[in-house]
């Protein structure tokens, strides 16, 4: 294994220290609570967001705390839960007295975490509520979840559920919106190869030279199976027939489109990829009303993508546009 | 090779496909020429920014078109200068009547390519100015290059000069400040893994399970030694003793910071990389007044990273701080 870093044991400790020296502006890196927060106190009144989840996954969820997304993030070790001692620590930094939405993407670790941070925080007076996402079709129950696993539709929620909460609408209304873009939300993903964490040493499964990985998990969990590489307007149809499978279209819904690296494929081959996709939605009468194509939700140095569709409507696009400045997603005045 | 491709004949062209379908906003993509240019039409009296280069080095240079930064690119097969045609036909759709500059990497087929093309595009009247970027301090004289290779400097002066075209200055002051940023900017590599180009189907170099190459070009051209994978703190040591050595800082010295991912490795990684960069220059001294980390100025997937650093001034920092709308890059009002 060659990777920049110090020692296994210190991975995300030490990515801390350089997640703050790079945006002491922005944000603010607790790196003995393991909490990252923006730089500003917490607005009165607002809604605060606060996701996180194991590390690896980068630039999630660290790097869409900011203005018009998330208020916090609690990273946890590699691939590994955060504790619920980091989602209240978020919680008493970042309440602004208005409730706390946790965004909390569907794996077992998390889910309890989360949980029992939730009931902790209610006891202590603040009103928690809860999205669970989980968009990916690939498999029912994997490795570390029950049900579907949490994937793509992360950077949806919370980039609008964010959007809302920055104008002001109040706990119920941020979580309805956060729980619909779920709802409308599904991913896909194929691997080419595997990662590799830094305590394990070794890609986390093994693939034939030819070899790829269907259906993949964030984690390298297993899919739905292993087949032979095949051109990239293959693969596409793969990614939209499982997608377009679970989440029927017409050509009168706008749509969110997210073609994702996963960690340690090029953007030329994410860009080739996107445009045999586009070519298909559009053969398929599918509108492509807002894309993003790149790095978003990792899982480390794996070779591979996910694609993501949300089937919006004109409110969920207006709030998709809404401003948002992160270190991992900018746009807008 | 596990690529997301078609054929290796047809990458760039089918990428463009691609690039086209998710800026469809914001850029102009012309596929049959290979020119990359802003959606909107050129502004009369602006000097326009014309770069270009071998594909693989995404986001460089095409996702660096937009306000602010470049106003046309032109894309190269891969590892392969852009052909005179391309700048010609660049220069025709975005010429505002007041000059074009060539941002050239220092790679001897891009710059008898960008020559040719000044030489014909000025039998048609047009004044154009060449910025050659040479920055990489790791080599003099390399595969593809006499003198030092150009590299991550070339971001610095697309946004910096970019931003000046912006606010109306004439061309000599625009080349000026383009060469002024690249005199102040040094880069220096390091890879962990060799990229693969499609062409070739297999790495470009070999590297053994615990070996690094110090000081890589961008198209993995071998750089000043193979040494044994070491603790990120003592590679940080490496990136900063051999820029700093090349560009003397002192602690009045503002500075702009890149630690920029060579396509394959994740952001993880390059954060922690980052932290101890960051500390090593504290310790010596220097100020960080801006930084950026992420993938740039890739290799396509090779795992390696780059530190350039731009001894910068009151006014080059307010021209970095100047809003810029790319697909690449993104910031400011």
């Given at each position: ?331 807008g005045g």
């Open positions: 294994m060659k990777k920049f870093i110090n020692s296994p044991d210190t991975v995300v400790r030490d990515a801390l220290f350089g997640f703050a020296a790079a945006h002491p502006d922005r944000l603010c890196v607790d790196v003995e609570r393991g909490v990252i927060t923006r730089a500003e106190r917490p607005r009165a009144g607002k809604v605060a967001l606060v996701s996180g989840g194991g590390s690896g996954h980068e630039p999630l969820h660290g790097g869409f705390v900011g203005p018009g997304m998330l208020d916090a993030a609690c990273p946890g070790e590699v691939f590994t839960s955060p504790v619920p001692d980091q989602m209240l620590a978020a919680v008493a930094t970042v309440s602004g007295g208005a409730g706390v939405l946790f965004v909390v993407k569907n794996y077992t670790g998390d889910v309890m975490n989360f949980e029992m941070a939730a009931e902790l925080a209610a006891e202590d007076g603040i009103e928690i509520a809860t999205v669970l996402v989980d968009d990916d079709v690939a498999v029912r129950d994997s490795t570390f979840t029950a049900g579907r696993r949490g994937t793509g539709a992360t950077l949806f929620v919370e980039k609008i559920a964010g959007a809302l909460a920055e104008q002001g609408a109040d706990l119920a209304a941020v979580a309805d919106v956060a729980r619909l873009v779920n709802e409308r939300s599904r991913s896909f993903a194929i691997a080419l190869e595997a990662g590799t964490t830094p305590a394990a040493g070794r890609p986390g499964f093994d693939l034939a030279d030819d070899e790829i990985e269907v259906g993949v998990g964030i984690h390298g969990e297993p899919g739905r199976s292993r087949e032979t590489i095949r051109p990239a307007r293959d693969l596409a149809a793969r990614f939209v027939d499982s997608v377009l499978k679970d989440l029927p279209l017409s050509s009168a819904d706008p749509t969110i489109v997210l073609l994702n690296g996963m960690g340690a494929t090029p953007l030329l081959e994410l860009y080739l990829l996107f445009g045999e996709i586009a070519a298909l939605l559009e053969e398929r009468g599918v509108v492509i009303t807002r894309s993003l194509v790149g790095n978003y939700v990792t899982s480390l140095d794996m070779a591979g993508a996910s694609l993501t569709i949300c089937r919006a409507d004109e409110r969920l696009i207006e709030l998709w546009d809404a401003p948002v400045h992160t270190p991992g997603l900018t746009w």
